[in-house]
T-cell receptor
């Protein structure tokens, strides 16, 4: 089945220690997204790639970076995690076109100690 | 600016009964899409149903249907014959075709609990 895969499902890191979250897709979609979701809140878009074009949301902290080496993979790098970065991180993909449905992966729950 | 409003923080429904989750939206774009997602406690966002602003018919997907009333700017989700596995958080979301971000605008969600 075509899907969006995220690894790891749970990640524990220490305050200030860089961490990388991984997302892959078999849907061959043009667009890949990273969302941050804190407890009892709606997901918040951090950035997205349309093919190789990177689009950062205006209020995404510089601490968050992303890489998309090819169509299938996208990575979220948190350079110096703070306690406030503990959250669920959701990767999503969609076909090109602004009204395309976004399909989400299972998420990575990040804990910062 | 786009906005989604879900006025029901929590809902209870008896197993096998139908339930309606409310969603109203606001946008100035004539072309937009409305989505419903289910998020169980495991965290995954599961796509349920889509309604385009120009679609003439209300969308249906199995036990899910979307009651789309364009003039009232509402897009309520109807779940028929509720099951215990339907207990989850439900988010209404919108995207428009206008210039700007690809961001999905989400409502705050409704937590549905199905009672045996």
């Amino acid at each position: 089945d075509a899907m969006v895969i995220q690894n790891p499902r749970y990640q524990v890191t220490q305050f200030g220690k860089p961490v990388t979250l991984s997302c892959s897709q078999t849907l061959n979609h043009n667009v890949m997204y990273w969302y941050q979701q804190k407890s009892s809140q709606a997901p918040k878009l951090l950035f997205h790639y349309y093919d190789k074009d990177f689009n950062n949301e205006a209020d995404t902290p510089d601490n968050f970076q992303s890489r998309r080496p090819n169509t299938s993979f996208c990575f979220l790098d948190i350079r110096s995690p703070g306690l406030g970065d503990a959250a669920m991180y959701l990767c999503a993909t969609s076909p090109g076109g602004r009204l395309g449905t976004q399909y989400f992966g299972p998420g990575t729950r990040l804990t910062v100690l | 600016a786009q906005k989604i409003t879900q006025t029901q923080p929590g809902m209870f429904v008896q197993e096998k009964e139908a339930v309606t989750l409310d969603c109203t939206y606001d946008t100035s774009d004539p072309s937009y899409g409305l989505f419903w997602y289910k998020q169980p406690s495991s965290g995954e966002m599961i796509f349920l149903i889509y309604q385009g602003s120009y679609d003439q018919q209300n969308a249906t997907e199995g036990r899910y249907s979307l009651n789309f009333q364009k003039a009232r700017k509402s897009a309520n989700l109807v779940i028929s014959a509720s099951q215990l596995g339907d207990s989850a958080m439900y988010f209404c979301a919108m995207r428009s075709s206008g210039a700007g971000s690809y961001q999905l605008t989400f409502g705050k969600g409704t937590k549905l609990s199905v009672i045996p």
